[in-house]
């Protein structure tokens, strides 16, 4: 039988997304001198992983799973994993249009919905601005494993706030004019 959000304790909004950090060294701006163009050790490898994130603007909560691969499988694992954290809270996830997203093998769990974005409008999404807060940080590095790509993940990770993540995905379309308290 398929609960209804009224036999969950909480209701949370949460965007997600993913996102590939891979061992091709991500050049950026870095602060030179006026005319010095910026120099970094490069490498051009195409080894990569992807992180799976939610992240919610209404209390600052987040699920990030590292996974080897961006297809339903994966995106299952996740979905699988992040409905057991908090398992009395019903999640109201935003996503884009994904193909896999929408795979007709998705068991989607009784404590999970989605809302899709309007196709093609990547700007909606808060979790591209969480992407882009990493990418940044990830920006003029050299990594020579994934295993040090994923410790970098790890890092920046337990760097995240609750407060830096509404602050970041806290779009006003999201937020405004809900009443989210118990």
């Known amino acids: 039988m398929l609960q ?68 339903a499988d994966s995106f299952q694992l996740y979905l699988d994993e992040f409905s057991k954290q908090n398992p009395n809270e019903f999640k109201i996830i935003v996503l884009d249009n994904g193909a896999f997203h929408k795979a007709k093998a998705l068991k989607i769990p009784d404590n999970i919905a989605f809302i899709f974005l309007p196709p093609y409008s990547p700007e909606l999404n808060p979790a591209e601005n969480m992407w882009a807060r990493f990418k940044r940080s990830f920006t003029n590095k050299l990594f020579k494993t994934l295993d040090e790509v994923s410790d970098f993940i790890g890092e920046f990770t337990k760097k995240l706030t609750p407060q830096s993540i509404q602050t970041t995905c806290a779009f006003e379309y999201a937020v405004s004019g809900i009443n989210w308290t118990k």
């Open 4 to 71: 209804t959000p009224l036999c969950f304790e909480t209701v949370n909004l949460y965007f997600q997304d993913e996102s590939r950090f891979g061992l091709f060294t991500r050049n950026g701006k870095a602060l030179t001198a006026l005319g010095v163009k910026p120099i970094c050790a490069f490498h051009q490898v195409f080894k990569s992983l992807y992180l799976f994130g939610a992240f919610s603007p209404v209390n600052g909560d987040s699920f990030l799973l590292e996974m080897p691969f961006c297809n």
